[in-house]
């Protein structure tokens, strides 16, 4: 379905703290609400909860509760790879790795009105996501960053520059070292929003990046198709 989100989107990933051990009543549970709550109040329009060492059963819950937090707001929830108990506990969409399901298949499952981002590296990467039915892709690494060292090098902004105009007007979200001072580049280079972890850690970056990438839609505003 088309995000139909104004632009520049942002897209919280939250910060994957929580463990096997993890029950509704730990304390890290609660920091994820949290932070979801952070970003509906500050308006991010995408929130991926990527706490991937949680049980099922704990998932569902965590999902269900931020869904109640979500709901009726402009903000959309998805989780991370896990289609079923997104689907089953309420939330807008799946988050799909490369390790996931094909975009294709969970369309096909989970039908029309379920959103589906994918993580990508390339634009071959990109593109087969796109045409197997998702929503919006998230490239990167565009800039330096430990936890994506696994991919390789940085892909750099021309590379996302490169990927944004060749998929152009479907939406390519970019990650990976991004930061304040950065955003913008993703953005001038053809991003349609920037998507992140570290750089939501803290309440205080969440009104920075607003007010970084609220400089850049006084001049350039859209909605994405």
Request: proline residues 5%; glycine residues 8%; charged residues 20%.
């Amino acid at each position: 379905m088309p995000l139909l989100l104004p632009k520049p989107i942002l897209y919280l990933i939250t910060r994957g703290e929580t463990a096997e051990a993890t029950t509704s009543a730990s304390k890290e549970f609660h920091w994820v609400l949290e932070q979801v709550s952070a970003a509906v109040a500050a308006s991010v329009q995408l929130v991926q909860l990527r706490e991937k060492n949680l049980t099922a059963r704990v998932l569902f819950d965590l999902t269900a509760r931020a869904s109640e937090i979500t709901r009726g707001t402009s903000a959309r929830l998805l989780v991370n790879d896990r289609a079923d108990i997104a689907a089953g506990a309420g939330a807008d969409g799946v988050h799909l790795t490369t390790r996931s399901l094909e975009p294709k298949i969970v369309r096909q499952i989970f039908g029309d009105d379920f959103l589906i981002g994918a993580s990508t590296h390339s634009l071959a990467e990109a593109t087969n996501a796109r045409d197997g039915g998702a929503d919006f892709v998230v490239l990167g690494p565009i800039f330096p960053t430990p936890s994506k060292d696994e991919y390789g090098p940085p892909l750099g902004v021309h590379c996302l520059a490169d990927v944004a105009a060749e998929l152009a007007p479907f939406p390519v979200l970019a990650l990976g070292g991004i930061s304040i001072d950065n955003a913008q580049q993703c953005l001038r280079a053809g991003a349609s929003g920037i998507a992140g972890i570290t750089v939501f850690r803290t309440p205080e970056n969440f009104s920075r990046m607003c007010d970084e990438v609220g400089k850049f839609s006084q001049i350039h505003s859209g909605v994405t198709q």
